[in-house]
């Protein structure tokens, strides 16, 4: 099976993570403004990928500055997009956390784990 580079896992995963509980957005190297709450796929390897994302632990429930206190919505609990991408492909899902809460994810790179959590 072919492997992708820690590197290119690394900025792939690194960018998904970080957007979506950054609370602001940022620029890529394209020029693209990603808002907080976006996810993100890169095929940054010299090979197609099939690459995924599922949300492992979210709260049901979060306090919000005031000391309200609000529902995580279901489907952002249980979150899980994987996507086909040929090298140098990109793909990116605007929103698709909505809630100022930290997700745990689980990565995969064709259906399995990264090498680092093998």
Same mark, same amino acid.
């Given at each position: 099976?072919?492997?992708?580079?820690?590197?290119?896992?690394?900025?792939?995963? *690194?960018?998904?993570?970080?957007?979506?509980?950054?609370?602001?957005?940022?620029?890529?190297?394209?020029?693209?403004?990603?808002?907080? *709450? @976006?996810?993100?796929?890169?095929?940054?390897?010299?090979? !197609?990928?099939?690459?995924?994302?599922?949300?492992?632990?979210? !709260?049901?429930?979060?306090?919000?500055?005031?000391?309200?206190?609000? *529902?995580? !919505?279901?489907?952002?609990?249980?979150?899980?997009?994987?996507? @086909?991408?040929? !090298? *140098?492909?990109?793909?990116?899902?605007?929103?698709?956390?909505?809630?100022?809460?930290?997700?745990?994810?689980?990565?995969?790179?064709?259906?399995?784990?990264?090498? @680092?959590?093998?």
């Amino acid at each position: 099976m072919p492997c992708v580079t820690r590197r290119a896992l690394l900025r792939c995963t *690194g960018l998904a993570a970080t957007v979506s509980v950054a609370g602001c957005g940022l620029r890529s190297d394209d020029d693209v403004f990603l808002s907080a *709450g @976006s996810l993100g796929f890169a095929n940054l390897d010299d090979l !197609p990928h099939r690459l995924g994302v599922r949300v492992v632990d979210a !709260p049901e429930t979060y306090r919000t500055d005031d000391g309200d206190e609000r *529902g995580v !919505p279901l489907p952002q609990r249980h979150l899980h997009a994987s996507v @086909s991408l040929r !090298p *140098g492909d990109t793909v990116l899902y605007p929103d698709a956390f909505t809630e100022p809460i930290e997700y745990e994810v689980k990565i995969t790179v064709d259906g399995a784990p990264p090498r @680092s959590e093998r």
